[in-house]
């Protein structure tokens, strides 16, 4: 095998997540008296993080910045009723990630979601599926492109880099890679297109999940 470990973005590369996030932003905006937006807006939204999602809904909408932690209040707890309403894993990947566990590769997870909520997500959509690491936001570390928390991933992996494969689907994912000298795989069955994916320099770009195990097995 030409790699021994996969990390893996969560939204928009395991699981098609847009659906119950816009509607979830949009359900906490309408309640301030606010407009929402589509989903596709929400798929270039998305990326860095809630935080970030939300400061762009504000700053488009010409919305009070002291309204943050409010609408994000709102975000949390419609998120929590909503995150398993349209929510699942992509084709073929479930598929993917128990071919990769059965040639002992190790698989893990790099989120910017909130850590307790990547957890709970990837509890009800993989429960027969260990994975070997799951990160998500967590406090000590800054979110995606910064590269501490994978860096922490990696070396509690006690793997060389060159040994290792980060797969995601966002511009975010590819900056995170090169900043931990990664090689990068972009997936355009997510939320963005591949001009993005190109432009950052992915060194791999890939239409299904099963091309992975290709590239893993160095053909």
Same mark, same amino acid.
């Given at each position: 095998?030409?790699?021994?470990?996969?990390?893996?973005?969560?939204?928009?590369?395991?699981?098609?997540?847009?659906?119950?996030? *816009?509607?979830?932003?949009?359900?906490?905006?309408?309640?301030?008296?606010?407009?929402?937006?589509?989903?596709?807006?929400?798929?270039?939204?998305?990326?860095?993080?809630?935080?970030?999602?939300?400061?762009?809904?504000?700053?488009?909408?010409?919305?009070?910045?002291?309204?943050?932690?409010?609408?994000?209040?709102?975000?949390? @707890?419609?998120?929590?009723?909503?995150?398993? #309403?349209?929510?699942?894993?992509?084709?073929?990947?479930?598929?993917?990630?128990?071919?990769?566990?059965?040639?002992?590769?190790?698989?893990?997870?790099?989120?910017?979601?909130?850590?307790?909520?990547?957890? #709970?997500?990837?509890?009800?959509?993989?429960?027969?599926?260990?994975?070997?690491?799951?990160? *998500?936001?967590?406090?000590?570390?800054?979110?995606?492109?910064?590269?501490?928390?994978?860096?922490?991933?990696?070396?509690?992996?006690?793997?060389?880099?060159?040994?290792?494969?980060?797969?995601?689907?966002?511009?975010?994912?590819?900056?995170?890679?090169?900043?931990?000298?990664?090689?990068?795989?972009?997936?355009?069955?997510?939320?963005?297109?591949?001009?993005?994916?190109?432009?950052? *320099?992915?060194?791999?770009?890939?239409?299904?999940?099963? @091309?992975?195990?290709?590239?893993?097995?160095?053909?």
């Amino acid at each position: 095998m030409k790699y021994k470990a996969v990390i893996f973005d969560l939204d928009g590369t395991l699981l098609n997540t847009i659906q119950d996030i *816009g509607e979830s932003v949009n359900a906490s905006l309408k309640k301030h008296k606010y407009e929402g937006y589509t989903i596709d807006d929400y798929k270039i939204f998305v990326g860095r993080g809630i935080d970030e999602t939300i400061s762009i809904c504000i700053e488009k909408g010409g919305i009070d910045p002291a309204e943050f932690d409010s609408i994000k209040k709102g975000y949390m @707890e419609e998120y929590k009723v909503r995150h398993n #309403k349209n929510t699942k894993p992509y084709e073929g990947i479930v598929d993917l990630l128990n071919n990769l566990k059965e040639k002992g590769i190790k698989v893990n997870v790099l989120s910017n979601k909130p850590h307790h909520q990547t957890l #709970k997500v990837i509890k009800h959509y993989f429960k027969d599926f260990e994975f070997d690491f799951v990160y *998500g936001k967590k406090p000590e570390f800054r979110i995606k492109p910064y590269p501490e928390s994978l860096n922490d991933m990696i070396k509690k992996l006690d793997l060389y880099k060159k040994d290792i494969l980060y797969v995601g689907d966002t511009n975010t994912d590819i900056q995170t890679a090169n900043n931990a000298n990664l090689t990068s795989v972009g997936v355009l069955w997510g939320f963005r297109k591949r001009p993005e994916l190109e432009q950052e *320099g992915a060194t791999y770009i890939i239409n299904k999940p099963e @091309e992975i195990l290709k590239i893993v097995e160095g053909d």
